[in-house]
T-cell receptor
């Protein structure tokens, strides 16, 4: 079966610290992968997407970066977190013709 | 051309009532229209989806109505229940085509169903 794993579930980090969020999918190959951010009570902001290993498209220029070192692994990173990076981060993968499956999300609080 | 406009931003409905959320799109190449339901602290989950070859799709209490000529689609929740209280997102995409298959999301509607 096809599943998506995202961790950690919650994270509290000080301003200026680095960040690494990981997302892995199982049961599929060469999926399109996505990172979204959601501010409290707000909509879904697409940050990055990837159509293959090493292929990253950035939708919004900001303090974050993404990498796809393996077919089913997608990583969101930052070298130095800002207060404005706080939010709910969601990973998703796309099945062509059937939309997205989202992970359970990571609640990031930058203090 | 890539926008999906969703309304209302928030909605309060009495238990047993009908909840209606509307979305409009511009890109006539879109041919897949899903709705996602998101509970607090959880990722969005696919609720129901429609393709433009039909005007309506029903799954239990949830119905999508689709008007291709008006480029609009809506979600109807019949006999709304407090457990339906969540944020709902409409979306649109082309079904196939690599990055062109990326979903374009509406801004979401926060539904509260009062007991």
């Amino acid at each position: 079966s096809q599943t998506i794993h995202q961790w950690p579930a919650t994270l509290v980090q000080p301003v200026g610290s680095p960040l690494s969020l990981e997302c892995t999918v199982e049961g599929t190959s060469n999926p399109n992968l996505y990172w979204y951010r959601q501010a409290a009570g707000r909509g879904l902001q697409l940050l990055f997407y990837s159509v293959g290993i090493g292929q990253i498209s950035s939708e919004v220029p900001q303090n974050l970066s993404a990498s796809r070192p393996q077919d089913r692994q997608f990583i969101l990173s930052s070298k130095k977190l800002l207060l404005s990076d706080s939010g709910f981060y969601l990973c998703a993968w796309m099945t062509e013709g059937y939309g997205y499956t989202f992970g359970s999300g990571t609640r990031l609080t930058v203090v | 051309q890539q926008q999906v406009k969703q309304s209302p931003q928030s909605l309060i409905v009495q238990k047993g009532g009908i909840s209606i959320i509307n979305c409009a799109y511009e890109n006539t190449a879109f041919d897949y229209f899903p709705w996602y339901q998101q509970f607090p602290g959880k990722g969005p989950a696919l609720l129901i989806a429609i393709r433009p070859d039909v005007s309506e799709k029903k799954e239990g209490r949830f119905t999508i109505s689709f008007n291709k000529s008006a480029k609009q689609f809506s979600l109807h929740i019949m006999d709304s229940q407090p457990g339906d209280s969540a944020t709902y997102f409409c979306a649109a995409s082309r079904r196939y085509g690599g990055s062109q298959g990326n979903l374009i999301f509406g801004k979401g509607t926060k539904l509260s169903v009062k007991p």
